[in-house]
């Protein structure tokens, strides 16, 4: 691991901190309420669809290569992981509609407005690759905390559920993505700190949709 990248994690920990006990409280209550963890997984199963998605998207041609087919084909599957765990924990087909997720407006947004501020902040001469390396390094060290909580509280729960080899996977983005962008010079530590703190807000957004969902649901 690059030194740039332990720097990044342990300042995208520090930032996270005061997000971990909510975060984990909010697994914990989705977890113990099956048919909500059904449409949870669903939701984060639509999440990593939108992120194939992109890569599909902005990647494809014949310049493509490999380490980007492998991302594609990982965060594929990893729609495919969430999408039959939570048919299977819903005893039925789940439709990525708003009756079978969880704040899905937000979530999307949560998505849609990273993705934007993002964009605007690229300098015009950047490499179209350093743009998708970025963006996606971001959103791994999301995707890393987020399912390391998940993971715990899944085991705590004693829930079939196993997140390790989509974690290990996860993982090795951010490690892959670190070492792609310091091969185009553009690992650039303030811009990815810059976007990791506009990143939390967003999800520190999404995170009460959820639990707003949740408080919903224990009232009604
Ligand atoms: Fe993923
Ligand atoms: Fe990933």
Known sequence: MSSALELLVAA???DNAPLAAPTGAMLADFIADKRLHARFMNTLSMLEHMGSHKIMATQHGLGIDQPTLKHL?????????FKRHANREAGRVLEYNAADMVAPLTARRYFQRLEAEMVRAFPAAIHPRAVYLTMSMVIEFRAVWGYRLYQAALVRAGNIVSLKSLLAEENGHLADMAERLAGFGELDRDRLRKFCVIETALYGRLLAAFIETLNYRLAA
Do not use: I, P, V
Not at 73 to 81: C, D, K, L, N
């Open 73 to 81: 084909a990982e965060e594929t599957r990893h729609a495919f992981f």
């Open 12 to 14: 995208f920990e520090r």
